[in-house]
């Protein structure tokens, strides 16, 4: 699927975002509990605006999760009215802008908004674009058996079954040739 920059990018943090919480993982362990964590998702994820690299807004980042974890347990018609209280608890106001790299995209907050503010907007303009492009069937998780981790298929096929982040595709594929063989054997 191909969604143009900044909405690709802002799937992809969001995907990140949610991972960390521990209802993602499947040791029940939160990824994002200092700021030294929020750097490092912050240095894969870069945003423009003031960011504070405090306290505060470790918990301010930290207490978006779960609105924006939200959206992967709902379909396109249940996704309308949590994107839309996004963007109206944030205060949305699109407007063009450039800057660094990037050609004109929209931000739909001020730079002066809290980053959580920021990155819950920029997430719930993203999913505007997947609920308007009928492509929120892409909203999955992950299928690996012992795996809880969201993500977003963006093949061009639609066929990605497996998250980025525990190597389950491979790990599954390992698997399912163990039982194979094992089968094989015992025939």
Same mark, same amino acid.
């Given at each position: ?40 998702? =912050?240095?894969? +994820?870069? !945003?423009?605006?003031?960011?504070? +690299? ?9 207490? %978006? ?39 004109? +995209?929209? +931000? ?27 492509? !929120?069937?892409?909203?999955? =998780? ?8 969201? !993500? %977003? ?23 399912? !040739? ?10």
């Amino acid at each position: 699927m191909v969604f143009i920059h900044d909405t690709r990018s802002a799937l992809l943090a969001t995907v990140d975002l949610v991972n960390t919480h521990p209802s993602t993982s499947s040791e029940g362990e939160d990824a994002l509990t200092t700021v030294a964590d929020l750097d490092e998702f =912050l240095r894969v +994820h870069p !945003y423009t605006g003031g960011i504070r +690299h405090d306290e505060a807004e470790l918990a301010e980042m930290r207490d %978006i999760r779960g609105r924006l974890r939200a959206l992967w347990d709902v379909d396109r018609d249940g996704a309308v009215p949590l994107v839309n209280a996004m963007l109206d608890d944030g205060g949305a106001l699109p407007r063009l802008v450039i800057h660094d790299d990037y050609d004109w +995209h929209v +931000h739909a907050t001020s730079d002066e908004a809290p980053l959580a503010t920021r990155i819950l907007v920029e997430a719930a303009m993203a999913f505007v674009d997947v609920v308007r492009s009928d492509e !929120y069937a892409r909203v999955r =998780l992950c299928d690996a058996d012992d795996c809880r981790s969201v !993500y %977003i298929d963006m093949s061009r096929n639609g066929s990605k079954r497996y998250c980025d982040t525990g190597n389950c595709g491979n790990r599954m594929n390992v698997i399912a !040739y163990r039982k194979r063989q094992a089968d094989r054997e015992s025939a």
